[in-house]
């Protein structure tokens, strides 16, 4: 029995230096947050956005004009400073439709109507200035693994508004927004934004009996017009460089 005992008690002690020389080898465990201090978090990352151009064919549509509502077409072009700064331009024309409050008075009101005319936005022009504050990927359906962007904007430019002769105008526009960027391969990625457009212009025209009935722009006002778009971003070039 005792020498049962004593053959589990030399291998301990046989393997007790080996440990401890390994554990020398190692050094001492470092905790993760040292681990990360001694280099980059993340190495070799896709540089997606910096050093690139933008082509973005985008289409949208306005959300609370009062009167007539307007569906966008038209591009942005964008490009990319850094990976998380970029500048561009972006377009649209318009085409205005009744919305429902519009409806409403020609039909229960139609000769006031027929009298009146609604404003509409015809096109619209902005400089943008891009900061992309986060990134990151996901996955769709736990197979596809995608990088996307969440970014805002802001920027300034000009709105054509008509509609009627009266209510033509051409209001200073700044512009403010965010927007979602999935990239579905390294040099196409789809674009969700939400824009907020600033600025003042009439909405309708209303018969002024001190002028002998003549249609007159209602007084405007500065207010908020808010657009939704969704574009197809083309990049160029097509591959994108990778950190150190």
Do not use: C, W
């Amino acid at each position: 029995m005792r020498s049962r005992l004593l053959i589990p008690i030399a291998l301990a002690a046989l393997l007790v230096p080996v440990l401890a020389q390994a554990a020398n080898i190692q050094g001492p465990r470092r905790t993760a947050l040292e681990r990360l201090e001694e280099g980059d978090a993340i190495r070799r990352r896709l540089i997606l956005r910096g050093g690139r151009f933008e082509l973005a064919p985008a289409v949208g549509f306005t959300l609370n004009d009062p009167f007539t509502r307007n569906l966008l077409y038209g591009a942005q072009i964008t490009y990319h400073v850094s990976d998380s700064f970029g500048i561009g331009v972006t377009g649209f024309g318009a085409y205005g439709f009744n919305s429902d409050l519009a409806d409403r008075i020609e039909s229960e009101r139609p000769e006031r109507a027929k009298q009146g005319t609604f404003g509409t936005v015809t096109a619209m022009g902005t400089l943008d200035f891009q900061f992309t504050p986060i990134i990151g990927k996901f996955a769709l359906f736990g197979r596809q693994v995608f990088n996307y962007d969440l970014h805002v904007l802001a920027g300034i430019g000009v709105t054509q508004v008509g509609g009627a002769t009266e209510l033509e105008d051409l209001p200073i526009t700044p512009v403010a927004g965010v927007g979602l960027r999935a990239f579905v391969t390294n040099g196409f990625a789809i674009n969700l934004e939400v824009r907020d457009y600033l600025y003042s212009a009439s909405t309708n025209s209303v018969p002024n009996a001190d002028s002998g009935g003549k249609a007159e722009a209602t007084d405007s006002s500065f207010s908020n017009h808010f657009a939704i778009t969704i574009g197809a971003g083309f990049f160029f070039p097509q591959e994108p460089q990778r950190a150190r």
